[in-house]
């Protein structure tokens, strides 16, 4: 158990030898020469009088570095901070930037043909995920309708199948229940183009007979009223002849990167016909 009784006699004992290195310091400072007995009492106090000076010494140092330290963290925390914001602030440039590039793209595809477009925004993806569909910011009340066209800088996107007043769903080229009327830009043979997967889709309807190679690239053919003629849609994939088939097993990777969809251009009306495409006629 603690001994209260012990744990007093210490602290009387160093209080009085405190107040005696005090009083024997204050004695012994005067000038003159230190006598025998001054002697005798500087020899045995001398060494408290180190102790009590290095103990204090060690403490001041403890005490100062413990602010310093203190002051270095808050200093550090401080410059992490700023490195947060520095970081934030250097990522909204680059998304700036970046959305800047592709609006710049959405601009020359715009100044390219002379199709009347409205851009539009990506906000959501079709959340049952039965169908490759997305939803974009602008409805009826921006004038859209239903099988409008859609596009981006890289090409066909998909057309408009509901609009409600402020909002619309656009049906991509590359589901299942998508099909556009194409040609091949080359040889100007055709097909009709219906989803397989994300990356891929397949040109139905292309006669064995037709001149179809790998590379080839793959645009609207005009017909079926939804989408103006010349518009790009993809590129030849993979050409396969079965003998006995009438139709080549044609396979078409699309323009467009469907991952990263974001500014979109709708179509609100039939290209005139005064335009570059007319020319290949």
Not at 96 to 123: C, G, M, N, S
Not at 198 to 217: A, F, M, Q
Request: aromatic share 8%; proline share 3%; charged share 25%.
């Amino acid at each position: 158990m603690f001994d209260l009784k012990k744990f007093r006699t210490v602290w009387i004992w160093i209080i009085l030898v405190f107040v005696i290195l005090v009083l024997v310091s204050s004695k012994l400072g005067g000038k003159g020469r230190w006598n025998p007995a001054e002697k005798v009492i500087v020899e045995i106090t001398a060494p408290f009088q180190r102790l009590l000076k290095s103990t204090i010494d060690k403490t001041k140092a403890i005490w100062f570095k413990y602010f310093a330290l203190i002051q270095a963290h808050n200093e550090n925390i401080l410059l992490k901070q700023e490195i947060d914001l520095l970081r934030v602030e250097n990522s909204r440039y680059q998304e700036r930037l970046t959305t800047h590039e592709r609006l710049q793209e959405l601009l020359q595809f715009k100044e390219t043909y002379d199709w009347p477009v409205l851009a539009a925004q990506v906000i959501l993806r079709d959340p049952s995920g039965w169908f490759e569909s997305v939803i974009i910011d602008k409805g009826e009340d921006s004038g859209l309708k239903v099988n409008m066209p859609v596009v981006n800088a890289r090409g066909v996107v998909g057309r408009l199948v509901s609009v409600s007043a402020d909002y619309a769903k656009v049906l991509l080229i590359i589901d299942q229940n998508s099909s556009v009327d194409c040609i091949i830009q080359r040889s100007r043979d055709g097909g009709i183009l219906k989803g397989l997967s994300s990356d891929v889709c397949r040109l139905d309807y292309v006669l064995e007979t037709s001149d179809v190679k790998v590379g080839d690239k793959v645009v609207t053919s005009g017909l079926g009223g939804v989408y103006p003629k010349g518009l790009d849609v993809g590129e030849v994939l993979t050409v396969v002849n079965t003998p006995g088939e009438l139709f080549r097993d044609v396979k078409v990777r699309p323009m467009v990167d469907f991952s990263k969809l974001e500014e979109l251009l709708v179509i609100l009306e039939e290209a005139p016909l005064a335009n570059r495409w007319e020319e290949d006629d």
